[in-house]
Nanobody, 112 residues
Framework: QVQLVESGGGLVQAGGSLRLSCAAS????????VGWFRQAPGKEREFVAS????????YYGGSVKGRFTISRDNAKNTVYLQMNSLKPEDTAVYYC?????WGKGTLVTVSS
């Protein structure tokens, strides 16, 4: 059974960068669209970005547009989220998603 495994989270200062990875473990992504969501403490889960694996078409949530970049490496069954100019309000658990399948998340903490 395919699982989504996130990695790359950590503690970073405001203005810094991190790159998250989402790997399809035990198989391949079963759908074309893969997305990233995030959930901060006490808040609802929020859409961050998505990409179509076939054509690389991308979509971004308004709060990250211009700072985050989603990409994919189909040969590695991996989707990336490059996060630049990080802000304290970007602090959250970041989840990889495909359809009804969710990873367990990776924590990103941005200090001011």
């Amino acid at each position: 059974q395919v699982q989504l495994v996130e990695s790359g989270g950590g503690l970073v200062q405001a203005g810094g960068s991190l790159r998250l990875s989402c790997a399809a473990s035990g198989g391949t992504f079963s759908r074309d669209i893969v997305g990233w969501f995030r959930q901060a403490p006490g808040k609802e889960r929020e859409f961050v970005a998505s990409i179509t694996r076939s054509l690389g078409i991308t979509y971004y949530g308004g709060s990250v547009k211009g700072r985050f970049t989603i990409s994919r490496d189909n040969a590695k069954n991996t989707v990336y989220l490059q996060m630049n100019s990080l802000k304290p309000e970007d602090t959250a658990v970041y989840y990889c998603n495909q359809g009804n399948l969710w990873g367990k998340g990776t924590l990103v903490t941005v200090s001011s």
